[in-house]
């Protein structure tokens, strides 16, 4: 058995409101996946049963083999949410230490510091933190305990490009350790670059399960863009254009199923044409697709 975690038809309600649907959803040991959705998706949802923090409608939820709330289990989770509430007085080394002694097997204090980016204000007290320090702190709770998973939401929400490469730098660093790691994001390139695997849900369902690339593919659409003198109007006329958006000095940008058709229309249309670019549609534009109100029938690719 090499799930982490298990959720077999989990369903999670609130009052008239189902947060979470019918979810089978298994985390395989040593992945990274990402957790996407619109607002409102499922995702926090998602995370809260994963740590026991509450108990589903119907369904099982089963982390590491057991119930999220035993104590064992516990041991073995780390997360980082999205609200951090610390005694704000401590030192942030005092804080980290106090930390690690509530796990069995913790990292050395120093290491926590150095994969969080915070040895430079480990004697500063934690209520003197800027927010994205704080966030790099709330990372620094999150895997003292040498997690074996790490659930983080929405973790590199107001950091600074330093700090989100420090981040990834650890996540890379606990990652070679055997961390299993599921986070949460908006961010969406991010996610293209790091992630094993993309779990989207839309309004508590599962609409697509897979790597970036077969997601990003499984939309199957390009993006084709170039400079022309053509005008709005004969744009708008190409064949295989999907979508079209039209920028100042003659840039084109279009949505297209049939990319090549549309390129030779359009350089039948103009010979000189420039900056032609053809390519892949991003995870961006797959999201956006797959997460339409048009969208009824879920479908899963398997990661
Ligand atoms: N404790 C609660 N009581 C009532 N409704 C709740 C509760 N927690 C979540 N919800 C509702 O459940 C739905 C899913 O919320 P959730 O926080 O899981 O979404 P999310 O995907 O994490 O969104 P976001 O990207 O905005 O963080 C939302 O409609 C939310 O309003």
């Not at 997360?79 to 913790?106: C, F, H, K, T, W």
């Not at 697709?289 to 398997?302: F, H, M, R």
Request: glycine share 8%; with cysteine.
């Amino acid at each position: 058995m090499n799930d982490i975690v298990c959720f077999e038809h989990l369903t999670q309600r609130f009052g008239t409101l189902t947060a979470l649907s019918d979810l089978n959803l298994e985390l395989r040991a040593g992945q990274l996946s990402a957790l996407l959705g619109p607002n409102g998706a499922g995702k926090t949802t998602a995370i809260d049963l994963m740590l026991g923090l509450s108990s589903p409608t119907q369904g099982t939820v089963r982390v590491m083999g057991s119930d999220p709330r035993s104590t064992t289990t516990r041991a073995g989770v780390g997360a980082m949410l999205q609200d951090i509430n610390v005694p704000a007085g401590l030192s942030v080394r005092e804080l980290v230490a106090l930390y690690a002694a509530l796990y069995p097997s913790p990292m050395t204090v120093d290491k926590a510091l150095t994969l969080s980016g915070l040895t430079e204000q480990a004697k500063q007290r934690v209520s003197g933190l800027s927010g994205g320090q704080k966030r790099r702190l709330s990372f620094a709770l999150a895997v003292v305990g040498q997690p074996k998973l790490l659930l983080l939401d929405e973790p590199t929400v107001g950091m600074d490009v330093q700090s989100r490469n420090a981040f990834w730098q650890g996540i890379a660093e606990l990652r070679s350790g055997g961390c299993t790691v599921l986070l949460t994001t908006h961010l969406l390139e991010e996610v293209d670059r790091a992630a094993d695997r993309v779990i989207l849900l839309n309004k508590g369902k599962l609409v697509a399960d897979g790597t970036p690339s077969s997601i990003r593919e499984r939309v199957g659409v390009s993006k084709v863009r170039f400079s022309s003198q053509l005008a709005d109007e004969q744009l708008r006329a190409l064949p295989g254009a999907d979508t079209f958006t039209f920028a100042a000095e003659g840039r084109a940008s279009f949505s297209s199923r049939t990319p090549e058709l549309l390129v030779r229309a359009a350089l039948d249309a103009d010979p000189d044409l420039k900056h032609l670019e053809v390519s892949q549609a991003s995870l961006e534009d797959a999201f956006l697709s797959l997460t339409s109100d048009s969208l009824t029938s879920p479908g899963a690719v398997s990661a």
